[in-house]
């Protein structure tokens, strides 16, 4: 059974800095490309940021210079550091991993930042 469970969310002045993670399990994490997608208030999900099993980064321009994704295989976890955050930030964080007939995501944890 494939479970991605995020944590790390909750409320921070803007300006402030959070750590997100997501702890894989039921995969081979080694091999995955795992991303972290956002959804907020009356918008549609969107690509913040996405690390493959190589570790190459891609970022969502959103986010970009502000943001820091990273994994640890010994973890099976994944992390998104998001420093500089702004009340546009605010969101339901997603983390998602997909491929060839399978596509699983975690339950999400929220993300609110006041200005």
């Known amino acids: 059974q494939v479970q991605l469970v995020e944590s790390g969310g909750g409320l921070v002045q803007a300006g402030g800095s959070l750590r997100l993670s997501c702890a894989a399990s039921?995969?081979?994490?080694?091999?995955?490309?795992i991303g972290w997608y956002r959804q907020a208030p009356g918008k549609q999900r969107e690509l913040v940021a996405q690390?493959?099993?190589?570790?190459?980064?891609l970022y969502a321009d959103s986010v970009k210079g502000r943001s820091t994704i990273s994994r640890d295989n010994a973890k099976n976890t994944v992390y998104l550091q998001m420093n500089s955050l702004k009340p546009e930030d605010t969101a339901v964080y997603y983390c998602?991993?997909?491929?060839?007939?399978?596509?699983?995501w975690g339950q999400g944890t929220q993300v609110t930042v006041s200005s």
């Open positions: 039921g995969i081979i994490f080694s091999v995955s490309t």
């Open positions: 998602r991993t997909d491929g060839r007939g399978y596509d699983y």
């Open positions: 690390i493959s099993s190589g570790g190459r980064a």
